[in-house]
């Protein structure tokens, strides 16, 4: 291309590159996702008596999620898609596992390409909020706060696009020995905010 300074490597993160995402599935055809299935999360939903039940069934994809090959340098920042597939454990729709950032004084950004759902939010202290997810919609995640996605949709994957600092890390094993406070739970066809009675101090 005439004029053009193009990196043979379509995923050259130290010189730029630029990555497709569909809009409607979240995938890309240069990065593959990593998968959480049923299987890997035991102990996040709150009905273990569903959640076995349901295991009974079948290994269900759960959600999945890019592994940009970004430097995990201050500085760098990493992105991709999050698709997290429709269905519940009992009354508790299925949800991401939920994470503190490493470095915990780190915000994210989500920003909603498909679907419906809730960016469920709490810090160590108890603070909680709920935010909304629809297409076109953004979340601001502010530092300090461990943050999950819940698809509300009965049919329809929540895709979302996230940005953070690339160092951050991800600390998993706080809400894997916790849980969150709170949990959004179909009641009469709506979504509604619960007590998690599996929280532990």
Known sequence: MSGFNVSNDPLDFLRGCSVGFDLKSGLSEKVDTGKRYLSQMKGIFADEA???A???KGDTLVYEFHGMPVPEKEGDLAFGCSILYPGKVGDEYFITKGHFHTILDTAE???CLGGSGYMLLE???GDYSAHELAPGQAVYVPKGYAHRSVNTSATEKLVTFFVFRAD???DYGTIE???YRKLILESDGKPVI???PKWRL
């Open 50 to 52: 569903a959640y076995d």
């Open 54 to 56: 349901l295991l009974a």
């Open 109 to 111: 950004v989500y920003y």
């Open 123 to 125: 810090n160590e202290a």
């Open 168 to 170: 951050a890390g991800h």
């Open 177 to 179: 020995q916790k849980g």
């Open 194 to 196: 619960a007590d998690n």
